[in-house]
């Protein structure tokens, strides 16, 4: 079957791999901690309200935060034992999140779980509720909850669902190891979701440099209808929504617009596996595979109950094998850094990557040489450097008409740049500004129409 792909992007590494030798042979092991400590922000969308208080006794799925509207999902225990504190802890966004620390008793105690049966069988309109009862929400990195994707506005209409197991990032190898050694849970996750959505076109796209995976991928969907695999050509960052979306059906998610404007939902591997839990077990999302790689003595692809503490799970990894510069959640081209290895992991943490002092450092940005290459790389089509002029400026306006809120933030135009220069930060600071003036502004509007009718 001949690859696809989407138009510009990158070769980050210049190596097939692209840093995932370390962990890709990698069977999948199993850690549990002796603590969790369970975020109540994990998903794009109003944080979970705690509704434990020290001293309590948890079993494993328990609901220990309970959502606070349709954008928000519950929180579940992940291991048995008791609450020990319910405080605030920082987050790697603004300010402090609201978290419940759980001592394991390691009796593996769960609460009576309902399965649904097979995902063949049940009934279609019971598998979005169950999603959203489960906690389910985007574990490529986007924490976006999954019921809000599956439930559409009036006229919004989806004819095709893409699974992404492209697994485009560095170093990364928790998704393909997940393709490889639970490849029918993934298919099963998919056929849920086709069945509840009634759509009859189900599409795995993964990258040529996993053949194993296409392999597997390919075997498990023999016989499942409307399932397929197809292979994409390796380049980053071809695990984005929108350029999987060109790739693999040849639309183009307009600007400012959802892939389900284009007819199209998109769902991670992981997202599918856990749905596929949801429904057969009654299970809710209280683990997810972490790849844990870079300066550790025993680089490892680890099944991590949610909350597990970084330090521990370096500590199952052998402890860092040089001192430490920067640790960070996820790849290293959209990876975040943490500030201490006391972070909880969370429902999106796909990775933590471990660099040594001398990687870490930071390098001065030089003047802008006019070489295009930033340009050349944008898998959207925006001038980076027009837009790093107006964000050095401030001058948001300027940047929101050079289109900075289609931006990604992928870092294909900073991986790319010879002079260094800081234009993902840059992007990113243009659009949280943006954001929160949107946001102000339509806080205030309400405020006044509700004087209004005073």
């Excluded at 919004?156 to 849970?185: F, P, Q, W």
């Excluded at 060109?246 to 591997?269: F, K």
């Excluded at 450097?385 to 900073?414: E, N, P, R």
């Excluded at 339509?442 to 509700?450: H, I, N, S, Y």
Aim: hydrophobic share 40%.
């Amino acid at each position: 079957m001949l690859t696809k792909t989407f138009k510009r992007g990158i070769h980050p590494l210049h190596n097939i791999h692209e840093g995932k030798g370390q962990t890709r042979d990698l069977p999948i092991r199993e850690y549990v901690s002796d603590t969790v400590v369970i975020s109540m922000a994990m998903n794009i969308g109003a944080p979970a309200k705690p509704c434990v208080k020290k001293g309590d006794h948890v079993d494993i799925g328990q609901v220990i935060g309970e959502a606070q509207g349709f954008m928000s999902v519950p929180v579940h225990a992940s291991v048995s034992g008791e609450v020990v504190s319910v405080d605030s802890i920082p987050s790697l966004g603004a300010g402090n999140v609201q978290a419940v620390t759980i001592k394991n008793d390691f009796n593996d105690t769960w609460v009576e779980l309902h399965p649904l049966g097979s995902v063949e069988h049940v009934d279609p309109k019971a598998v979005v509720p169950a999603i959203q009862a489960a906690g389910i929400t985007g574990m490529g990195g986007a924490s976006f909850p999954t019921h809000v994707k599956l439930t559409f506005q009036a006229g919004k209409t989806c004819d095709t669902i893409v699974v992404n197991g492209a697994e485009c990032e560095t170093h990364l190898t928790a998704d393909y190891r997940l393709m490889l050694e639970h490849s029918t849970r993934v298919v099963d996750g998919l056929r849920a979701v086709m069945r509840a959505l009634n759509v009859q076109k189900g599409i795995i796209g993964i990258e040529d440099n996993k053949p194993e995976a296409i392999i597997a991928m390919q075997q498990a969907a023999q016989n499942r209808a409307g399932v397929s695999v197809q292979p994409l050509k390796t380049k980053y960052p071809q695990g984005g929504e929108k350029q999987l979306i060109e790739a693999i059906t040849g639309r183009q998610v307009p600007s400012g617009a959802l892939p389900i404007d284009a007819h199209v939902v998109v769902l991670n591997v992981g997202t599918c596996a856990a749905i596929a839990d949801a429904i057969i077990e009654g299970k809710p999302l209280i683990s997810r595979i972490c790849t844990v790689t870079g300066c550790v003595r025993k680089p490892s692809n680890l099944l991590l109950r949610i909350g597990t503490i970084t330090e521990d799970i370096i500590g199952e990894c052998g402890g860092y094998s040089e001192t430490p510069g920067k640790v960070v959640f996820g790849g290293m081209m959209t990876g975040m850094c943490i500030p201490n290895d006391q972070m909880p992991i969370a429902k999106s943490t796909n990775g933590i990557v471990v660099l040594n002092e001398k990687q870490s450092k930071s390098k001065d940005e030089s003047p802008c040489i006019h070489c295009g290459r930033c340009v050349a790389a944008c898998p959207i089509g925006l001038n980076p450097y027009q837009i790093k002029v107006a964000a050095d400026k401030s001058d948001f306006a300027a940047a929101q008409k050079l289109h900075v809120m289609d931006c990604i933030l992928c870092g294909s135009c900073a991986y790319e740049c010879p002079s260094r220069r800081w234009l993902t930060p840059s992007f990113k600071f243009c659009k949280d500004h943006i954001t929160a003036e949107a946001k102000a502004k339509a806080a205030a509007a309400a405020a006044a129409k509700g004087g209004e009718n005073k």
